[in-house]
Nanobody, 123 residues
């Protein structure tokens, strides 16, 4: 059983930066496609950044140029660097692994989820 543990969320002012991390147990991050999703109450969870097993990366338009997804296979960790944060980036963020399928490169229906880490951006 693969376990994902998210960390790094918190409260930050608009324009600030945060880095989220996801520790993967049992299997190496190199074995999976992986992604970061986010969800706000009342809305569906959406992929904001996807990294394919071979390393190709896709970002949602809303975060392009501000967020950076990366993985360190030797440490079995996935990261999401977030800068120039906006109020609308406030959400619960989830690490995910082993995408069920892709649409325009973005991850859908991953098999494994982290527990989530809250990001709150204030003015």
């Amino acid at each position: 059983q693969v376990q994902l543990v998210d960390s790094g969320g918190g409260a930050v002012q608009a324009g600030g930066s945060l880095t989220l991390s996801c520790a993967v147990s049992t299997y190496t991050t190199g074995a999976f496609s992986m992604a970061w999703f986010r969800q706000v109450p009342g809305k569906a969870r959406e992929a904001v950044a996807t990294i394919h097993k071979e390393g190709t990366i896709y970002y949602a338009d809303a975060v392009k140029g501000r967020f950076t997804i990366s993985k360190v296979n030797s440490e079995n960790t996935l990261h999401l660097g977030m800068s120039s944060l906006k109020l609308e980036d406030t959400a619960m963020y989830y690490c995910a692994a082993e995408c069920g399928w892709f649409e325009r490169g973005h991850c859908f229906r991953p098999r494994y989820w982290g527990q989530g880490t809250q990001v709150t951006v204030s003015s």
